[in-house]
Each structure stands twice: as C-alpha cells, then as structure tokens.
C-alpha cells in the first residue's frame, strides 16, 4: 500500500515556475513507476509526465517538453515536478501517482489527492 501526497501548487503569472513535491508512505516507494497527471476543469485527465524507479527513464507529454522537469529522490520517499515557462493552459489540477508497470494510461495503482495549478495570463 502506497500513501500519496502532493504538496507545492498554487496561483503563478504565466511564464512564472512552480514545483510540485509528491510525499509518499511505504519502504517499497523505489519499486514504483511514478508520474503526474493533471485535470482541467471539463476536460479528462491526461498524462504529464513518468519517471522509472531509478531515475534512469523519463517521460514527458508533447504539451510539456521541455518545460516540465520530473524527478525523484527515493532516499527521501519525495517525486517532484519541475515546472517552468507556465502558460495559464496549464491550469489543472495535478495529481502524482505510483505503480509498478506505470506508462502514460493513467491505469496506475496509487493517486494523491491533487493539488490546484492557476496560471494567470
């Protein structure tokens, strides 16, 4: 069982930075794909971005590149996302979320609560 919780969003000006930080309970957090998703108000979730247990892999939606950056630190249970050059289309909230196979589906085990991203124009 894998506990989930986001921390660090917020209301930003565009082309402003945020960083997001994904608290996570268990001693198995290393053996978990994790990734981040988002949902804006009347649209379906969609993929963000994906990061392997060791780091060694990264994923990143098109809308994304090269201006998100995700990474982990397992030593401190703690996935983060990098976010940079903000435009107010990335308005959502986002979610973290853990699993073993993981991809960009959204069929992941595990799911924080979600914190809210507001991007003024």
């Known amino acids: 069982q894998v506990q989930l919780v986001e921390s660090g969003g917020g209301l930003v000006q565009a082309g402003g930075s945020l960083r997001l930080s994904c608290a996570a309970s268990?001693?198995?957090?290393?053996?978990?794909?994790m990734g981040w998703f988002r949902q804006a108000p009347g649209k379906e979730r969609e993929f963000v971005a994906a990061?392997?247990?060791?780091?060694?892999?990264?994923y990143y939606a098109d809308s994304v590149k090269g201006r998100f950056t995700i990474s982990r630190d397992n030593a401190k249970n703690t996935e983060y996302l990098q976010m940079n050059s903000l435009k107010p289309e990335d308005t959502a909230v986002y979610y973290c979320?853990?699993?073993?196979?993981?991809?960009?589906?959204?069929?992941?085990?595990?799911w924080g609560q979600g914190t809210q991203v507001t991007v003024s124009s």
């Open positions: 990061i392997s247990w060791s780091s060694g892999s990264t």
């Open positions: 268990g001693r198995t957090f290393r053996r978990y794909v």
């Open positions: 979320a853990a699993d073993h196979i993981g991809g960009t589906s959204g069929e992941y085990d595990y």
